[in-house]
């Protein structure tokens, strides 16, 4: 369970799944502390894209059925430009991410232990 008054950037709602408010309570403590350091780290502010997904959401976007989205272990954040992109691989990787997608838009982070570790990917 997340104490969410010790998370500083962020809040629940921002990991909600569009068709479950109140979902972002299903986010791993693990990784969105990390998360939480990883903003700290970058010196701006983070957008979550997506978060948790509820299985009817993860389809409807077209996620894989064993998505780390639906177990609370990932979230897309926002870029806006490549030096954006770039800070954030950059901390997400020093911070010990060690499973990344990297789209034109947003960047997946995801610490989901049950998933291939060590694998960059592109969409």
């Not at 970058?42 to 894989?64: D, E, I, Q, W």
């Not at 691989?89 to 020093?94: F, K, P, S, T």
Request: glycine share 8%; hydrophobic share 35%; net charge negative.
């Amino acid at each position: 369970m997340i104490d969410w008054t010790t998370i500083r950037n962020f809040e629940q709602s921002e990991f909600d799944s569009p068709d479950f408010p109140g979902s972002g309570s299903n986010m791993q403590a693990d990784f969105v502390e990390t998360l939480d350091t990883l903003r700290d780290y970058c010196g701006f502010p983070l957008y979550v894209t997506s978060g948790f997904r509820t299985a009817t959401h993860n389809a409807s976007v077209g996620g894989k059925p064993n998505s780390a989205h639906t177990r609370g272990w990932a979230a897309d954040l926002y870029v806006g430009s490549d030096a954006e992109r770039y800070a954030i691989l950059d901390a997400a990787i020093e911070l010990g991410f060690q499973r990344i997608g990297i789209g034109s838009t947003f960047v997946h982070l995801d610490l989901d232990p049950s998933l291939p570790q060590h694998v960059v990917w592109v969409y």
